[in-house]
């Protein structure tokens, strides 16, 4: 009678052991950790998506006409950028024979694409053409607004350019007051003149003397790094 309860008892722990699950210890069974190259990988990627854009809105020389891109100002900004560790990605949208007009047509399309700091090189060939500076100043204004309503936060610079010494006097004037003009009404940071030490100087320039060199571009880079260190 005895071993017969023993049994009873045996059969109803080992129903009661299972009833439970067979393990005493509820805690999860700890997951593999990600692997160094995916936990880089990730790091990566999410560096990439969270760079900010610098945009060089503007004509030839931008699109650094004549000679490899990557070595026109935009390319050489890019490669100093990248070289310091920097959190940017600069964008060319510069388009060869570019107005003032031209830009104020295409400047929507490129504004699909976020903005963190805009740099406007535009208004070299309105001198050329000898164009009414009022109705330059409005076109960049026009720009400059459209910019502003989408992406409030970015940060402004504008290229100031000089017109041909040919076209007298009074234009000239006029026109180089277009662009500190804007600088002020638009609370955006002002390279005076864009081909400081290079415009005019035969051994710096394509032979149109008007499209600088590789050692041109060098030049016209140091200037705008010295007006876009500090806004990094």
């Known amino acids: ?36 190259d995916t936990e880089k990988a990730a790091k990566s990627s999410e560096a990439k998506a969270t760079k900010k854009n610098i945009i060089f809105f503007g004509n ?76 330059a100043y409005d ?12 992406y409030p936060e970015a940060k402004l610079v504008i290229a100031g350019m000089e017109a041909p010494p040919n076209m007298g006097k009074v234009y000239t004037d006029s026109f180089r007051a277009i662009y500190q003009k804007l600088a002020k009404a638009n609370n955006a940071a002002l390279i005076p003149f864009l081909l400081e030490g290079v415009g005019g100087i035969r051994a710096l320039n394509l032979p149109d003397g008007i499209h600088p060199t590789v050692e041109g571009h060098k030049i016209v880079a140091e200037n705008i790094w010295e007006i876009l260190e500090p806004l990094l």
Do not use: H
């Not at 045996?10 to 990600?34: E, R």
């Open 139 to 150: 076109n960049l204004q026009t720009i400059l607004d459209r910019v502003k309503a989408k």
């Open 1 to 36: 009678m005895i071993n017969r309860l023993e049994n009873i008892y045996l059969i109803s722990f080992v129903f009661l052991f299972l009833a439970c699950g067979g393990n005493t210890d509820s805690k999860p069974i700890p997951t593999a950790a990600p692997t160094s």
């Open 60 to 135: 030839s020389l931008t699109a650094a006409y004549g000679i490899d891109p990557t070595l026109g100002f935009a390319g050489l900004i890019e490669q100093r950028i990248d070289s310091l560790g920097l959190n940017y990605k600069v964008i060319n949208a510069g388009v060869s024979g570019e107005t003032t007009a031209g830009g104020k047509d295409r400047i929507d399309w490129l504004l699909k694409q976020k903005v963190d700091i805009f740099i406007l090189e535009l208004g070299g060939n309105d001198a050329l053409r000898g164009q009414d500076t009022q109705a």
